[in-house]
């Protein structure tokens, strides 16, 4: 099974600030077919089921701010949340989708200084 | 509007058995993977499996394989998650979610129900 890791744990920004999060996997996500990377990542605020932010890695989904980007290829992946604002509070967890099953990342708490 | 409307908050003693439900509506229920993701309490999320609604077709996460069922009814645009056998440790929150891309087994979750939670405890 391939195995997700994020880093940091969690994270303390000031609103305004640019957060980074990190994300790995224990084997590629890259599928050579169509040289897209299965990896999306996901926000789950307080109470809430999660939401999609960005797919195949870098495609951010129709809705989503333009201050969310997704960057990163084969093992390692970043999330970046620029001018980071007080509704950005939230867990936010990677996951790889090229091989069942599909695991996500343990997730990493944003929180505001 | 795709909408994702899962069963109601379940309280259950161990051993007892237990079927939660998620019905799909705003979109071909058939033609479109869906999902089971399980949140213990104060933990990440799970992907426990998967299911294609036209032929039934799954994927379980093998940590799951055996302690769940999921199945689907095409009649209802209905997806179900059974347990036979509860345990304490099968409390949690339960979510259904809907895979992006029609027919296609690989992409991510665009649509989510609201959670189901389950508390299984004597």
């Known amino acids: 099974d391939i195995v997700m890791t994020q880093s940091p744990d969690s994270l303390t920004v000031s609103l305004g600030e640019r957060a980074t999060i990190n994300c790995k996997s224990s084997q590629s996500v890259l599928y050579s077919s169509n040289n897209k990377n299965y990896l999306s990542w996901y926000q789950q605020k307080a109470g809430q089921p999660p939401k999609v932010l960005i797919s195949w890695a870098s495609t951010r989904i129709s809705g989503v701010p333009d201050r969310f980007s997704g960057s990163g290829s084969g093992t390692d992946f970043t999330l970046t949340i620029n001018n980071v604002q007080a509704e950005d509070v939230a867990v936010y967890y990677c996951q790889q989708h090229e091989t069942p099953p599909y695991a996500f990342g343990p997730g990493t708490r944003l929180e505001i200084k | 509007e795709v909408h994702l409307v899962q069963s109601g908050p379940e309280v259950k003693k161990p051993g007892e058995s237990l079927n939660i439900s998620c019905q799909g509506s705003?979109?071909?229920?058939?033609?479109?993977?869906i999902g089971w993701v399980r949140q213990m309490p104060g933990r990440g999320l799970e992907w426990m499996g998967i299911i294609y609604p036209g032929d039934s077709d799954n994927r379980y996460r093998p940590s799951f394989q055996g302690r769940v069922t999921m199945s689907v009814d095409k009649s209802s645009s209905t997806a179900y998650l059974q347990w036979s056998s509860l345990q304490a440790s099968d409390t949690a929150i339960y979510y259904c979610a809907k895979h992006a891309l029609v027919g296609s087994i690989g992409t991510w979750f665009d649509s989510w129900g609201q959670g189901t939670p389950v508390t299984v405890s004597s």
């Open positions: 705003g979109y071909e229920f058939n033609k479109y993977w």
